[in-house]
């Protein structure tokens, strides 16, 4: 089946981890990508790409901040709405006019999680797109900042983050750990080692960074325990004997949940991470392969091998 357009990355991810500055190193790297701006929030200056495709000039944060004395995260949604109201009659347009079977195309859309999960109007965007056509190139492409990965804790949630987009949008899907030329290479590897999630679970060191980072309330050690002023007589008061087991209940709850959520990331297998360092050519050709793999654009492009030894359970978009 011949297709509308060769590849389009949808490249997604929290705030500040390096969405942009990706597609800005992706058309470095393959010059002949164009970019579609979906970021109405994007600052005049902060485009470092000159955009094909830019949705503020249908609508942008700032035009509606002023216009309708909304904050910033109301602007976006009523941006992002307006947008879903002008598929037909914008985007539709914007797009069949880069229509080009080989060509490829990359989307810069917004940060918000919320964009992805309980206000889902990326889903409602990216299926338009497939009625018009253009489902089997694309591909999403998950940023996270390699410096959110580097504990055990931020290690899971990068993962959960990554997940709860790929369930969402129900698309191939590569997770990138970004700005790998800020890290020292042993600690990408050490990130990359973790792996599995169980794996880090199995470890005690890290187990129990996990714990500690999930105690959000309370801490087993600040428990003010109780003496008897009678001499010889040390006793926890009935209220405190009954905080103390509470508090452990509820321990033993977060550590089966901790576990049981490793469990099923591994037994599942669904994200692994894949680390871009924009400063490395061998880098930007490995992600740029493999995220092609993902849709077979290009029909002579081979998997390479990635350019350092930390290759294990990055080899395959999901
Ligand atoms: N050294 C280095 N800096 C990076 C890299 N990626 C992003 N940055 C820096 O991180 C900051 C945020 O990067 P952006 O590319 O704007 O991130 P974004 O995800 O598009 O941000 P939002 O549009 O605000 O959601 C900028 O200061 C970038 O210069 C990278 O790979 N290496």
Not at 24 to 30: L, N, R
Not at 100 to 123: A, F
């Amino acid at each position: 089946m011949s297709r509308r357009i060769g590849c389009i990355q949808i490249v997604m991810g929290p705030a500040g981890s390096g969405k942009t500055t990706y597609c800005q190193a992706m058309q470095q790297h393959f010059p002949t990508a164009r970019i579609a701006n979906l970021d109405p929030a994007a600052e005049d200056d902060s485009l470092p790409y000159e955009p094909s495709v830019d949705v503020r000039e249908l609508i942008s944060v700032p035009e509606v901040m002023e216009e309708l004395q909304l904050g910033p995260n109301g602007a976006l949604l009523y941006c992002m709405e307006y947008l879903l109201e002008h598929l037909e009659d914008w985007l539709r347009d914007e797009l069949d006019a880069l229509e080009d079977e080989e060509g490829y195309l990359i989307l810069d859309c917004p940060g918000q999680i919320e964009l992805y999960t309980h206000v889902p109007i990326m889903r409602q965007i990216l299926d338009r797109m497939q009625q018009w056509g253009y489902g089997p190139s694309m591909v999403a492409v998950f940023c996270i900042d390699s410096a959110f990965c580097i504990d055990a804790s931020k290690f899971l949630s990068g993962t959960l983050l990554s997940l709860s987009a790929m369930v969402a949008l129900e698309l191939p899907h590569v997770t990138i750990l970004t700005k790998c030329d800020l890290m020292d290479e042993r600690e990408v590897e050490r990130i990359l080692e973790y792996g599995s999630a169980q794996a880090i679970w199995d470890r005690e060191q890290d187990r129990q960074t996990l714990l500690r980072r999930t105690d959000w309330n309370y801490n087993l050690d600040d428990v003010v325990v109780v003496v008897d002023p009678e001499p010889n007589a040390t006793t926890v008061s009935p209220e405190e004997k009954e905080r103390i087991q509470l508090l452990e209940d509820r321990r033993l709850k977060r550590e089966r949940l901790t576990q049981s959520i490793s469990q099923v990331l591994d037994d599942w297998q669904m994200v692994s991470f894949v680390p871009l360092n924009i400063r490395d050519e061998e880098s930007l050709d490995h992600v740029f392969s493999l995220v092609n793999h993902a849709v077979q654009y290009g029909e002579d492009l081979e998997v390479k091998e990635p350019p350092h030894d930390f290759d294990d359970d990055d080899d395959g978009p999901m």
